[in-house]
């Protein structure tokens, strides 16, 4: 079983550490600006090529500037205490073990979680259990 993921974007950051506004980079780049601000919230995921521009441009790696994150990280971290509480007692595990779904890799999430105790957290956090995770394909 692994994660699904979603590509995040540190493009703001390095951005802003350049002191340089988002019209000016996307001219640089050749987009909208409103196109720059889409990838700095992470609604919108760049072609290769603008890739490769922004990187050029912030004089960083891509693998430094976009990554890949687990869906439920954010899931959990927008959750109060009180909620991730009730969710553990309901999936029958405790809170430390929930609160490490966000920081796990996908070896580790086979290891430490059976199937039926993720269906239950999926089921608790209003979501469905293939937004979430992925079965491995069977040979």
Same mark, same amino acid.
């Given at each position: 079983?692994?994660?699904?993921?979603? !590509?995040?974007?540190?493009?703001?950051?390095?951005?802003?550490?350049?002191?340089?506004?988002?019209?000016?980079?996307?001219?640089?780049?050749?987009?909208?600006?409103?196109? !720059?601000?889409?990838?700095?919230?992470?609604?919108?995921?760049?072609?290769?090529? !603008?890739?490769?521009?922004?990187?050029?441009?912030l004089k960083k790696p891509i693998h430094d500037?976009?990554?890949?994150?687990?869906?439920?990280?954010?899931?959990?971290?927008?959750?109060?205490?009180?909620?991730?509480?009730?969710?553990?007692?309901? /999936?029958?595990?405790?809170?430390?073990?929930? /609160?490490?779904?966000?920081?796990?890799?996908?070896?580790?999430?086979?290891?430490?979680?059976?199937?039926?105790?993720? !269906?239950?957290? /999926?089921?608790?956090?209003?979501?469905?259990?293939?937004?979430?995770?992925?079965?491995?394909?069977?040979?």
């Amino acid at each position: 079983m692994r994660f699904k993921k979603k !590509i995040v974007s540190r493009i703001k950051q390095f951005r802003e550490e350049l002191e340089l506004p988002q019209l000016e980079l996307a001219k640089l780049v050749g987009v909208s600006r409103q196109t !720059i601000y889409y990838l700095e919230r992470g609604s919108y995921n760049p072609s290769l090529t !603008i890739s490769f521009k922004i990187s050029e441009i912030l004089k960083k790696p891509i693998h430094d500037i976009f990554y890949q994150e687990p869906v439920i990280k954010d899931i959990l971290e927008g959750k109060s205490l009180a909620e991730l509480r009730e969710i553990a007692e309901i /999936a029958c595990i405790n809170l430390e073990k929930l /609160a490490s779904l966000s920081e796990i890799d996908d070896e580790q999430l086979t290891k430490d979680f059976k199937e039926d105790t993720l !269906i239950k957290i /999926a089921l608790e956090l209003g979501i469905d259990f293939e937004d979430l995770f992925e079965k491995e394909a069977e040979n």
